[in-house]
């Protein structure tokens, strides 16, 4: 009985698969279909080629930190994540966030050599000049000019390479500095030789680019923060943007209390006197300071932020340059100025030429009402004096030098000026 029941089921059974098969042959609603390929997504980190300025390379700076951008261990204060839109493009300097394990971070600062706007303008000026077009590959046309061709087939930077280029830091140019600049270009991974042997064509256009827009990244790499120069540290570049310490401008310090502004002013003053008198035996200066042109790290330390307007003169070979061979201009010449701009003769720069322009423009917002009288009357009349452009030399220097024994005593020795804390207890320097 059991078995008859058990065939009765497996029949059954059979005779209801096979109804279904045909009633799902008979509706094509329902027939089976394959189903659709999926295509394989590989993720990908897009980070904006055009907001770094890597589609204009090899008109850019370099591309030494790109790797440290696209796998986000370069990330803005205002953008943490590839899910978040890129912080406006227009901007000069962003503030950013940097690390090498991934797990501690440290302030940067994210700049352009220039604004975007002059950027797009300058872009805009070498097609329309040496092609007579709108829009044209900046490289290829670059490429073409007698200057770049020259840069290709010379073997050491000399000085007719970069004669007429705005760049303060080439109007006085040498042959000793020129070298520095190749032995010490950081965007090459071979350096070390003053022949440019170690430089693909694709380097000397972005050392050309930039020493043509903004010697700023320049002056960080061959006079580094290690060596005490008072620069910050260059960490690279990718496309337009480099990558450096990050510091505080001088301006957010005009308010800060009596004993931190005779602080940076001391700090200021012993920069500038240095940059004049150094073992190398250059001779720095500026054409132009303002309130971005200095900069304060965490620690309290003072630094020149902005290098772009500072020049050099090299008190031991000279300018290898006269000033007549200055009126040599090219598209190179105009990136960024005006090709019309005369420029500053060599000769007529004085010694104490940086020290009156920052007792003008920059210590009487730093110590204007700081300090008791008749304290402050008489920093006053010193800064006034070193101010003085028909003062001499050694007027300037003397006033230069009194400032700095009124300031010192007004200086604390505490745990906000860590540069030089508790070493300020234990020696007389401080």
Wanted: proline letters at 5%; hydrophobic letters at 35%; glycine letters at 4%.
């Amino acid at each position: 009985m059991g078995r008859r029941i058990c065939c009765l089921c497996s029949k059954v059974a059979d005779l209801l698969m096979l109804l279904l098969v045909l009633a799902l042959s008979c509706n094509p609603s329902t027939a089976a279909t394959p189903s659709p390929s999926v295509p394989h997504v590989k993720p990908s980190y897009s980070f904006g080629r055009t907001f770094l300025g890597l589609d204009k390379c090899n008109a850019c700076i370099g591309t030494s930190i790109c790797k440290k951008f696209f796998k986000e261990e370069i990330r803005f204060d205002t953008w943490l994540s590839s899910r978040l839109k890129l912080p406006p493009s227009y901007l000069l300097s962003y503030s950013g966030n940097y690390t090498d394990d991934a797990k501690s971070w440290r302030l940067v600062d994210i700049t352009r050599l220039t604004s975007k706007y002059r950027q797009d303008r300058a872009d805009k000026r070498i097609c329309t000049s040496l092609l007579n077009t709108k829009s044209c590959s900046l490289e290829r046309a670059l490429r073409r000019t007698h200057r770049f061709q020259k840069w290709l087939q010379a073997k050491r930077l000399t000085p007719d390479l970069v004669q007429g280029l705005s760049s303060p830091m080439l109007r006085c140019p040498s042959q000793r500095l020129l070298d520095r600049i190749v032995r010490r270009y950081a965007e090459v991974p071979d350096a070390g030789s003053i022949y440019m042997d170690h430089l693909t064509d694709r380097d000397k256009l972005r050392l050309l680019y930039t020493l043509s827009v903004n010697s700023h990244p320049i002056f960080l790499q061959i006079f580094p923060n290690v060596e005490g120069w008072p620069f910050p540290r260059y960490l690279g570049s990718c496309g337009r943007l480099m990558v450096s310490t990050s510091t505080r401008p001088l301006r957010d310090f005009y308010g800060a209390d009596p004993e931190v502004a005779a602080d940076l002013a001391l700090q200021l003053l012993t920069i500038l006197r240095s940059m004049g008198t150094n073992d190398l035996n250059y001779f720095f200066y500026f054409t132009r300071v303002d309130s971005g042109t200095f900069g304060v790290f965490s620690n309290g330390h003072l630094f020149i932020r902005d290098a772009s307007t500072l020049g050099i003169i090299d008190k031991e070979e000279g300018s290898q340059l006269i000033d007549d061979q200055h009126e040599y201009k090219d598209i190179f010449s105009c990136l960024t100025v005006d090709c019309q701009s005369a420029f500053v003769s060599c000769n007529s720069i004085r010694e104490t030429h940086s020290l009156a322009m920052v007792c003008q423009e920059l210590l009487p917002k730093l110590l204007k009402g700081k300090f008791q009288q008749p304290v402050q009357e008489k920093i006053d009349g010193f800064l006034q004096h070193c101010a003085d452009n028909l003062a001499s030399d050694q007027g300037v220097n003397e006033a230069v030098a009194k400032l700095a024994e009124l300031l010192k005593p007004l200086r604390s020795c505490d745990s906000r000026f860590s540069y030089r804390y508790p070493d300020c207890k234990y020696s007389d320097k401080y």
